[in-house]
């Protein structure tokens, strides 16, 4: 069990090895740490009265605890101590103050770069390294694997350097492979601790950013143009500034997002703030019926989900801004080029490339549009449960790091 103070009133406890967590009342927590520490229920009780100068209801508190998954039950085994976490003296050189240095000093080279040659920015053109549509496809789509990989492991590396047994997870959505990081432990030190986790990853971009144009850079051939090294690393280096811009789409669950729900002390602002929402909508609209139970939330993430609109409305913005400034252009320049070597009236390697690359993106577009519908099919199979059979969660539920 896991006990951090999260202001005067207030203490975040739950489980490292089931990610399980609660907010409690001081005095709540301070009953369950008597628990903990092995105390009878009746002398934990009168404790709290003698203490608090009040009661408190012991079967309440019990059926609290054992929802959370706090109790042991009678019979059931205790909870084998936790496997050493490996790597952790990588994770305290990664971010050393030496490392920082480093990082430090390619971010600042990489920008004075950019500020002397122009034409080291990141622009959606630069996508376009070959005139082979089908090369450009297989070497963004694979090329981003390993900037994925280093993404990832900086947010274990983050993790681990604390102690916490982080891993990477994958995962299937349709037609892509989502890489994530599992934190759940990362709730059980203080929020001060909980920053770098939640931005290694961007960190790790804004580096590998910097590096790959400065690989760029040094293997200019002595005309100025770029060699097909740079040309690949500033390809790449586009999809990592996109990967950056994504973080800022707030409505999500990036990591911005849970670097402005920490800062902000809130637990769920994600479904809080829709749920506040929604309620607010069905509300005008005479639908009491449609609303929520928002005690299901603690006050802080209620208060804050009611102001979080512009935030939600910034990362919509984002979004706009991804898609005139980066989709659009490289769909029309993937499309003019296409279209050239479609239309030129010659069947030559060009035309045979551009026109298997325009097949495999059609496969992928109907693929995704089977699968949705699959999903969606199943979704409608899967039978309703009765209201009655349904447990609510209390004010306390567990949340996942």
Same mark, same amino acid.
């Given at each position: 069990?896991?006990?951090?103070?999260?202001?005067?009133?207030?203490v975040?406890?739950?489980?490292?090895?089931?990610?399980?967590?609660?907010?409690?009342?001081?005095?709540?927590?301070?009953?369950?740490? &008597? !628990?903990?520490?092995?105390?009878?229920?009746?002398?934990?009780?009168?404790w709290?009265?003698?203490?608090? *100068?009040?009661p408190?209801d012991?079967?309440?508190?019990?059926?609290?605890?054992?929802? !959370?998954?706090?109790?042991?039950?009678?019979?059931?085994e205790?909870?084998?101590p936790? @496997?050493?976490v490996?790597?952790?003296?990588?994770?305290?050189a #990664?971010?050393?103050?030496?490392?920082?240095?480093c990082?430090l000093?390619? !971010?600042?080279?990489?920008?004075? @770069?950019?500020?002397?040659?122009?034409?080291?920015?990141?622009?959606? %053109?630069?996508?376009?390294?070959?005139?082979? =549509? =089908?090369?450009?496809?297989? #070497?963004?789509?694979?090329?981003?694997?390993?900037?994925?990989?280093?993404?990832?492991?900086?947010?274990?590396?983050?993790?681990?350097?604390?102690? =916490?047994?982080?891993?990477?997870?994958?995962?299937?959505?349709?037609?892509?492979?989502? /890489?994530?990081?599992?934190?759940?432990?990362?709730?059980?030190v *203080?929020?001060?601790?909980?920053?770098?986790?939640?931005?290694?990853?961007?960190?790790?971009?804004? #580096?590998?950013?910097?590096?790959?144009?400065?690989?760029?850079?040094?293997?200019?051939?002595?005309?100025?143009?770029?060699?097909?090294?740079?040309?690949?690393?500033?390809?790449?280096?586009?999809?990592?500034?996109?990967?950056?811009?994504?973080?800022?789409? +707030?409505?999500?669950?990036?990591?911005?997002?849970?670097? $402005?729900?920490? /800062?902000?002390?809130c637990?769920?602002?994600?479904?809080?703030?829709?749920?506040?929402?929604?309620?607010?909508?069905?509300?005008? +609209?005479?639908?009491? *019926?449609?609303?929520?139970?928002?005690?299901?939330? %603690?006050?802080?993430?209620?208060?804050?989900?009611?102001?979080?609109?512009?935030?939600?409305?910034l990362? $919509?913005?984002?979004? /706009?801004?991804?898609?005139?400034?980066?989709?659009?252009?490289?769909?029309?320049?993937? =499309?003019?080029?296409?279209?050239?070597?479609?239309? %030129?009236?010659?069947?030559?390697?060009?035309?045979?490339?551009?026109?298997? %690359?325009?097949?495999?993106?059609?496969?992928?577009?109907v693929?995704?549009?089977?699968?949705?519908?699959?999903?969606? &099919?199943?979704?409608?199979?899967?039978?309703?449960?009765?209201?009655s059979?349904?447990?609510?969660?209390?004010?306390?539920?567990?949340?996942?790091?």
């Amino acid at each position: 069990m896991s006990f951090v103070p999260e202001g005067e009133d207030e203490v975040l406890v739950g489980r490292l090895d089931t990610g399980s967590y609660a907010v409690f009342p001081a005095d709540g927590a301070q009953l369950l740490r &008597r !628990l903990t520490e092995g105390m009878p229920l009746d002398e934990a009780a009168a404790w709290y009265e003698e203490t608090f *100068e009040e009661p408190v209801d012991v079967e309440d508190f019990v059926a609290t605890i054992r929802e !959370l998954g706090f109790v042991r039950e009678a019979g059931a085994e205790e909870v084998s101590p936790a @496997a050493p976490v490996r790597f952790q003296r990588l994770a305290h050189a #990664v971010f050393s103050p030496v490392a920082w240095l480093c990082y430090l000093a390619v !971010l600042v080279f990489w920008l004075l @770069a950019v500020a002397r040659h122009g034409e080291l920015r990141p622009a959606p %053109s630069q996508i376009f390294f070959v005139r082979s =549509l =089908l090369a450009v496809q297989l #070497v963004i789509t694979f090329g981003q694997v390993p900037l994925l990989l280093a993404h990832e492991g900086f947010h274990i590396l983050a993790g681990r350097r604390l102690g =916490l047994p982080t891993r990477l997870r994958l995962s299937n959505r349709l037609t892509y492979i989502v /890489a994530e990081t599992q934190t759940n432990g990362l709730m059980s030190v *203080e929020r001060r601790k909980r920053y770098l986790p939640f931005l290694a990853g961007m960190v790790c971009d804004g #580096v590998v950013l910097a590096a790959l144009g400065l690989i760029a850079a040094a293997d200019r051939h002595h005309d100025g143009g770029f060699s097909l090294t740079g040309r690949v690393c500033l390809a790449l280096g586009f999809t990592v500034v996109m990967r950056i811009c994504w973080q800022f789409q +707030l409505y999500l669950r990036t990591d911005l997002y849970y670097v $402005f729900a920490t /800062a902000l002390r809130c637990y769920d602002l994600h479904d809080a703030s829709k749920a506040v929402l929604r309620n607010r909508i069905w509300r005008l +609209l005479r639908r009491p *019926e449609r609303q929520v139970d928002e005690s299901r939330w %603690s006050e802080q993430d209620r208060r804050v989900g009611a102001f979080y609109g512009p935030f939600i409305l910034l990362g $919509f913005c984002v979004l /706009a801004a991804i898609t005139v400034f980066a989709s659009v252009p490289v769909t029309v320049g993937y =499309l003019r080029i296409a279209t050239h070597a479609l239309g %030129s009236g010659r069947v030559d390697a060009h035309f045979w490339d551009s026109l298997l %690359s325009l097949v495999l993106n059609a496969a992928q577009a109907v693929a995704l549009i089977v699968l949705s519908r699959q999903k969606r &099919r199943e979704q409608r199979r899967r039978t309703t449960p009765e209201p009655s059979s349904v447990l609510s969660p209390s004010p306390t539920a567990p949340m996942e790091g």
